[in-house]
């Protein structure tokens, strides 16, 4: 006998979305912890650079770009769209201090844009066909959950930069906002005040770079590549940055460029420089983690 569908009651529903949301949490715990045999293994090894080594990863970098090309523009498109209506709306006066942080805080959040095209590399990596939508087959990673996690720190993070970057702008030429772009520019170029704004938010941000770039550059492509949980990710991320600090600091000194560069005119630059940095990351994983 067929059975009539069932509709559920509110305390069904509920139930159901609670153990729903459960086994969401538990699966994302597991993610973050890492799996059983990996946790009690020895953490990856890192290993040393050259300078040279990041040539070599940028002319991967742009070998991955040109066979994915038109997949990986498509995807990258996005990121000048959000820049743009991001600057569009600090176009009020109010928040025109807050333009270049703006611009500036891509660098932040770079790596959670970039975690799509480390995939593709790495499937080309392995011989296996690769497309616009296998950038989105990490969720179906078995650590998607300390992707996601660590992904959302670095929004905080990027938060944090924009309070602080407003922060200094108090403290220099505000607290009153500008009353023209104009008037914003010159106070910026031809004042104390503005030089030393311009000196504390570089300085600032430098702060702000190091410590992204210190636990982003590998911990995203090794929770790809390896169930190993994210502390370890994390952890292993800073040690190979250290490790390695006259490359890594020349690396953070390329991506910081590119995006300066991609950035002209109206971010849509980034629409290339993106894909390149993003693939180039990849490659440099490989070489500053030992297989």
Excluded: C
């Amino acid at each position: 006998m067929a059975t009539r569908d069932h509709i559920r009651n509110p305390v069904e529903w509920v139930w159901d979305l609670l153990k729903e949301t459960t086994v969401a949490a538990e699966t994302t715990f597991r993610s973050v912890r890492g799996g059983d045999e990996t946790r009690l293994t020895a953490p990856p090894q890192v290993q040393r650079i050259e300078l040279a080594d990041l040539r070599d990863v940028l002319a991967r970098g742009f070998s991955d770009f040109g066979t994915y090309r038109t997949d990986v523009i498509f995807l990258s498109l996005i990121y000048p769209l959000i820049g743009l209506i991001l600057m569009y709306a600090a176009f009020d006066y109010r928040l025109l201090p807050l333009i270049f942080p703006l611009a500036s805080g891509f660098a932040l959040v770079g790596p959670i844009a970039a975690v799509g095209l480390y995939e593709m590399s790495r499937r080309r990596e392995q011989g296996l066909e690769a497309s616009w939508a296998d950038a989105f087959g990490v969720v179906r990673s078995p650590a998607f959950g300390a992707i996601l996690v660590l992904g959302l720190a670095l929004v905080v993070i990027f938060l944090f930069w924009m309070l602080a970057a407003y922060g200094v702008y108090e403290l220099t030429l505000g607290p009153e906002p500008p009353i023209s772009i104009d008037a914003f520019i010159s106070d910026v170029l031809s004042t104390a005040a503005g030089w030393t704004m311009i000196v504390l938010g570089i300085g600032v941000g430098f702060l702000f770079a190091v410590l992204v770039l210190s636990i982003s550059v590998v911990s995203f492509p090794l929770l790809l590549d390896r169930d190993v949980g994210l502390y370890t990710a994390v952890t292993t991320s800073v040690r190979a940055v250290w490790a390695n600090p006259v490359p890594m600091a020349l690396w953070g000194l390329i991506v910081a460029g590119g995006l300066v560069l991609g950035s002209i005119p109206f971010l849509v630059g980034l629409g290339i420089v993106m894909p390149v940095l993003g693939h180039a990351t990849w490659h440099l994983y490989r070489k500053l983690i030992a297989h």
